[in-house]
């Protein structure tokens, strides 16, 4: 929790990304209290970030690491060194990866009957599970929406009437995105109770990702729901979060190279870009800038600096328009920024940074090395 003011005197490189780690543990707190109440587990879902020295850190602090594929999977084995639970759940599991995730993973939820019937037998030692799709909309945009229709994501729970498959010891339900209150929660489980209940002896159930637990005020929904499912559905219950850890953990800090007009408005053209933040164009949404004075009587376009025309991070508004050689803090961007970002037209990734005990530490540059390996092998 370290302020815009300090960050731009204390960080030399930009672009960068830096990520505060007492935010992060802030945002942990919630989580605690979820499962000092209710005894569940929580897992960090890293595909919002893998930062190593962030694993390193969460590992003494969450139960374990939720992964989506081999490479994650690696990666989280090797920070946790066997230590607490590995979760998996993939669309795209290949055979030929099976048996080594299956010696990875404590736990793997399989996506379809298919991929169950196919993959099961190939590995072994890790607890086998099934995402199901309840099937219940909450996203306003289906890009987002895992119960949207002719979903890829679960088996659609009015598949499974019959018993579940011989073997099938957990089950995993993740259907949102962004959620700041468990209202949806509520309305899944409603719907899965009797289907739920038909289960007898299942060892565990992970009810995914998808809520900001630290912009939600009153924890006793989510509480009071795992201690039900806890003492009528599954021994153990599992939460994966993902941006409710680091989303508000992470700053894209940014300098202004040029300041020019354009049909009577002020363009800011940036060091950084959608290169960066690929969401920003993707669903154009405009991040959050520290550096803006929402009563301010100028305003400007911030841009990014590739050739897309619509690298745009959005119009601001300022007192005193930011010049040439200005830095800028945009906040709230530590999930699916830096693990989405890329290279075109040539530009460096951001410079990485932690701020961890009052201290600023540089952890990685970008640098032309890092570009000609990816593109001269
Ligand atoms: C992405 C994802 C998460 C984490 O989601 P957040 O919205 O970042 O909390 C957890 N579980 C599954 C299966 C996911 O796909």
């Known amino acids: 929790m370290i302020t815009a003011e300090e960050l731009k005197r204390r960080v030399e490189h930009s672009p960068a990304f830096i990520l505060d780690m007492p935010q992060v543990h802030a945002n942990l707190q919630p989580l605690q209290r979820i499962r000092q109440a209710s005894d569940c587990r929580v897992l960090y879902s890293m595909k919002a970030l893998p930062l190593g020295p962030l694993l390193a850190d969460l590992k003494k602090r969450v139960d374990g690491v939720s992964v989506s594929s081999l490479f994650e999977a690696r990666l989280a084995h090797a920070v946790l060194g066997g230590q607490g639970s590995l979760h998996l759940t993939s669309p795209g599991l290949r055979s030929e990866e099976f048996a080594e995730l299956g010696r990875l993973c404590t736990h793997i939820s399989f996506n379809s009957l298919s991929q169950y019937q196919r993959l099961h037998a190939s590995g072994d030692g890790y607890s086998k599970g099934l995402r199901v799709n309840p099937k219940l909309s909450f996203a306003d945009d289906e890009r ?14 009015a598949l499974l009437q019959t018993a579940l498959p011989a073997g099938i010891e957990g089950l995993h339900i993740h259907t949102v995105f962004g959620q700041t209150d468990f209202q949806p929660l509520q309305a899944v489980i409603a719907k899965l109770k009797p289907f739920l209940l038909r289960q007898s002896g299942l060892k565990w159930l992970n009810l995914g990702g998808g809520y900001l637990y630290h912009s939600i005020s009153d924890l006793n929904p989510i ?28 700053y894209l800090l ?12 002020t363009v800011l053209v940036l060091d950084s870009s ?25 305003t400007a376009i911030l841009a990014g600096s590739t050739c897309l025309a619509g690298d745009i991070f959005g119009e601001y508004r300022f007192d005193t328009l930011p010049a040439a050689g200005d830095k800028m803090i945009f906040a709230d961007v530590g999930a699916y920024s830096l693990i989405k970002a890329q290279r075109f037209n040539g530009y460096a990734l951001p410079t990485l940074y932690l ?23």
């Open 223 to 250: 509480i009071d729901t795992i201690r039900y499912l806890k003492a009528h559905v599954a021994e153990q219950v599992f939460l994966e979060p993902g941006k409710a850890l680091v989303g508000n953990a992470g």
């Open 254 to 265: 940014t300098t202004v190279l040029d300041r020019f007009e354009s049909d009577g408005k």
């Open 355 to 377: 701020y961890r005990d009052d201290a600023v530490t540089l952890l990685k540059e970008d640098e032309y090395a890092d570009y000609s390996r990816q593109w001269l092998g």
């Open 144 to 157: 987002y929406d895992p119960c949207r229709a002719h979903s890829k994501l679960g088996v659609d729970v």
């Open 274 to 298: 959608v290169n960066h933040h690929p969401e920003i164009f993707e669903y154009q949404r405009q991040p959050l800038l520290l550096d803006e004075h929402k009563r301010g009587c100028r």
